[in-house]
């Protein structure tokens, strides 16, 4: 259930577009840089009808024609007709010629081969004859080469990956894989209703305690030959993230972990004879994230003088300094806030430049330098902003910004970084054009709610109905998602014409994050550690109380919506929050963990087996005869990530206690749809809106 693929939410009854203006020229967008003084933004400039690629020079401050790529980087493959297809400076060439469909085509880094998958089977092609060898070639079904197991793909690799499971080495020496043996995880039946007779389309998906796949990792040469297996004992009941390369000396890294998942190992691969080699431990008392901790957390100084990391087992992700034995040399920043990501490590001058969430404000992320020891702390940001997007540039003198905050609308500018810091902003485009007037919408603030125990400053985005009455009380719509680590509000600028639409009808709209959401750090999310739903509906609670008492909002009309985590969360909030909860929008939602895959919930809670009690509280079956309100309910038929048995227990539930919902199925829905369906949902939820908070005939957008 990784965030960044979750469904939100969208209460739009109109459609809205802001055009980004400056004279002449829409707001551009950064591309990449193409040296130290130069960086290439895609912008409409002169007047221009449709945009295109520019270079702005920052010494001369003045845009030209972008440079072209080099030929070598103008090399891309893709699937045309099941069949793989090489495009090269505008020239495209069959490479593949078979009936069977080919996945996740990759070039090696030099540009001689392709790899990919076929029939769970991983296979190179060779660019100059078109020779095709078999990597692997296995007919038992259940066994996978290349290709990932379902909860590795949705859980620890990423759906961006299309299931993808193996990678060339820098040098285009080795192209290694993991093989995924998924004969014993249980089979999940999901029902496809088209056609006279229907099918089931089966997936290999582990649930709470059950087996997990085993996976080896092996590699071999591009030509094919003996495969050398990484040395694990794959029957282990474990874990591996995704592999990086050491640019150095083109060794493979592995991130290991037990089933428990709070003990973490890296080991460095030898690619002779796949013996490994303990580089990097870690143990927490909670849970560790595995899919976020070795691709973008491990940096390598050259020549193997040593490397960097990323830890949250201080309760904060701070970067460390290593040996390349795993020895600890130092650590490198040290602090309440959370480093968000590596922008450049300078060697010559010791120095790293970071982005970091909470210094200055929990709901926005900065820009930073420090050198390797720890000293001269910087921040290179500038301004009460958040820092949405920061690209620097080569040798770190300028740096691209795209910021702005609740009340500033997005802004790009290129800054200049110097000893004595930051200077001379220039300000490149704005996404609002000079007849701008923020008076003219509604207001929208960050504020920030006392938790029940006095502990925390929840945070909490608001937008308040237009021309408030200071005597009159209106309905609140809450929309969350409320997963581990996965906070919505950011001080950031959005003004979407569904915002100005429901301002005008009376809602207060509020976006609530709890303790747990990122904001307070790891020491915030371990709350949450065998106890999913109690800390975040006891925040949530607090906070629709304090709008009641403070912000005029009606106590008979407190909404909550959200989808898949959301989703429980809306789910539980007319179950376990009814108290304060009086209505609810739940989409394709988790209502009882044991429901959902083990490597996501196990993280959090453990086994049922050890965790009988924890299991039992955030099953929003548990709180049934607590339900009063009403709550709309909704799922795909074909959702593979969050199942619709979830729904299903929960109205039998409902049923049971003799409680009415109202319940919607999306026909061959997935998690999350599109088309004439998704406007349909939307106009759902609209309607819902009118009806029960507002208590008026529903408006259709026109």
Known sequence: MKKSIVLFLSFCITTFSVVAQMPGASLPRFVRWVDNNQFVVNAKLNGEKTSKDYAYNVVTKQYTAAPALAASVDKTVTVKNANIYLKENSAETQLT?????????????????????????????????????????E?????????????????????????????????SKFISFMRFDERNVP??????????????EETRYPKVGDPNPTVKIGWTSPTGGNITWADFNDQDDQYFGWPIWNPNNNSMWLSWMDRGQNNLKIYELDMASGAKKEVYKEYQKTWIDLEDRVSGKINFLPNNKGYIAQSDASGWNQLYMYDMNGQLINAITNGKYTVTGIKLIDDKTKTIYFTARGNENSARIDFYSIDFEGKNFKRLSTGD?????????????HFVGVYSNVKT?????????????????????????????????????????????????????????????????YPLLVSIYGGPNAGTVMD?????ASKETWAKEGLIQVAF???????????????????????????????????IANGKADPKKIAMAGFSYGGYMSAYALTYGAEVFTHAMAGGSVTAWELYDSHYTERFMDTQKENPEGYQSSNVMTHVKNYKGVLQLVHGT??????????????SALQENGKDVEFMLYPGGRHGWGGAKGKHFNDLKSKFIFKYLLEKPYTAAK
């Open 97 to 137: 010629f078979d009936a069977a469909e080919e996945k996740n085509p990759t070039l090696s880094p030099d540009g001689k081969y392709v790899g990919y998958t076929k029939n769970n089977n991983l296979y190179t092609v060779s660019i100059a004859d078109k020779k095709e060898t078999a990597i692997t070639n």
């Open 187 to 200: 089979m999940f039946p999901i029902y496809n209703s088209e056609g006279k007779h229907g099918f089931v």
């Open 492 to 496: 950031t600028w959005s003004n979407p």
């Open 638 to 651: 074909m959702d593979d990530n969050v199942h619709m048995q979830n729904s299903i227990q929960l109205l």
């Open 513 to 547: 994050d709890h303790r747990a959401s990122g904001h307070f750090g790891k020491e915030g999310v371990n709350y949450m550690y065998r106890n999913l739903g109690y800390w975040e509906m006891q925040d949530y609670m607090t906070m629709a109380k304090w709008f």
């Open 409 to 473: 609308p997005t802004a790009i500018a290129v800054f200049r970084i110097t000893k004595k810091g930051t200077l001379n902003k220039l300000t490149l485009g704005s996404a609002v054009d000079s007849s701008f007037k923020a008076d003219a919408f509604a207001k929208t603030e960050l504020i920030r709610i006392k938790s029940a125990d006095g502990l925390y400053e929840l945070p909490a985005l608001v937008t308040w109905p237009k021309n408030r009455d200071p005597n009159k009380k």
């Open 139 to 171: 007919s038992t079904k259940g066994i996978l080469n290349g290709y990932a197991s379902w909860v590795y793909f949705e859980e620890i690799f990423g759906r961006p990956t299309q299931y993808r499971a193996f990678w060339w080495s820098p040098d």
């Open 385 to 397: 902003f958040n820092y949405s997007q920061i690209n620097l540039a080569p040798n770190a003198k």
